[in-house]
T-cell receptor
């Protein structure tokens, strides 16, 4: 089945620790995205990648980093510089960035602070 | 970043009732998407709209692209308990490729 797989489902971070959230897609999509979801708010864009080896900052990139070494993979690192990391993180992909094609989402990773 | 206004924020309805919700913006949009999100899961695409005035159905769901291109509407007919969840709109502003997401409408269905 084609889709987007995020792991782990739940993640706990200690003070001063970096953690990495995994996102893999087998839809052959060029574009991938990371969003943060907080209660009562819409999705906010952290980073996006139009194509392999490319990525751009979104609206709230501070304290986060990404890489796009393979088309199917777009991991997100939440660094210790992100002072309020507790949130639900959603990865998405679309056929192309420069189009009106919809984005499809994974099932999310919930990150909490220990 | 900009977010879209969704209304209502939440609603309780009786099973079998029809539901209406909307999404508005001060900007013109080229594309509107409607998603449903169940607790602890990612949003699932319900309907995509690409033209002003377009009316598209998906089972009991019908969505419309407002003729002013600044709003969109989602209707659910004869609601059932599994309609419970959060419904999000997303719009792609004219001249950009970025999607902006609404704040969500939380739907609760009373059996």
């Amino acid at each position: 089945d084609g889709g987007i797989t995020q792991s782990p489902k739940y993640l706990f971070r200690k003070e001063g620790q970096n953690v990495t959230l995994s996102c893999e897609q087998n839809l052959n999509h060029d574009a991938m995205y990371w969003y943060r979801q907080d209660p009562g708010q819409g999705l906010r864009l952290i980073y996006y990648s139009q194509i392999v080896n490319d990525f751009q900052k979104g609206d709230i990139a501070e304290g986060y980093s990404v890489s796009r070494e393979k088309k199917e993979s777009f991991p997100l690192t939440v660094t210790s510089a992100q002072k309020n990391p507790t949130a639900f993180y959603l990865c998405a992909s679309s056929i192309q960035y420069n189009s009106n094609q919809p984005q499809h989402f994974g099932d999310g990773t919930r990150l909490s602070i220990l | 970043g900009q977010q879209l206004n969704q209304s209502p924020q939440s609603m309780f309805i009786q099973e079998g009732e029809d539901v209406s919700m909307n999404c508005t913006s001060s900007s013109i949009f080229n594309t509107w998407l409607w998603y449903k999100q169940d607790p602890g899961e990612g949003p699932v695409l319900l309907i995509a709209l690409y033209k002003a005035g377009e009316l598209t159905s998906n089972g009991r769901l019908t969505a419309q692209f407002g003729i002013t291109r600044k709003d969109s509407f989602l209707n659910i007919s004869a609601s059932i308990p599994s309609d419970v969840g959060i419904y999000f709109c997303a719009g792609q502003r004219s001249g950009t490729y970025k999607y902006i997401f609404g704040t969500g409408t939380r739907l609760k269905v009373l059996a």
